[in-house]
């Protein structure tokens, strides 16, 4: 993965190495944020992380970020096999009662 920011935004490319040992860009994914974050994760300050923070087996992307008010945001972005991408991820409702089945 990278992280970078130009003058249209910050983004990250995620890079994947094919059978034949090329590298090609799987996702580049531009952020709603401008700013650049950082964040400690299991003690060690990073710009990304990867990590199963929900449980289910598969890996997500964690990249810290500031919006223009300097407000931290913590973007969260799951891959989605069917359309080979990453997208955010939203937290689960499953404790919140008005998310219950009517």
């Not at 945001?73 to 009662?97: G, Y």
């Amino acid at each position: 993965m990278i992280k970078y920011n130009d003058p249209s935004g910050l983004f990250v490319e995620v890079i994947q190495m094919d059978s034949d040992r090329k590298s090609h860009v799987l996702d580049r994914i531009q952020l709603p944020d401008k700013h650049d974050g950082l964040f400690n994760f299991k003690g060690h300050v990073t710009r990304l992380a990867i990590a199963d923070i929900d449980g289910d087996g598969q890996n997500e992307l964690l990249i810290p970020s500031f919006d223009a008010q300097l407000v931290p945001h913590l973007n969260v972005f799951k891959f989605n096999k069917v359309t080979n991408r990453f997208e955010p991820a939203h937290p689960s409702n499953e404790n919140d009662p008005s998310e219950s089945p009517k």
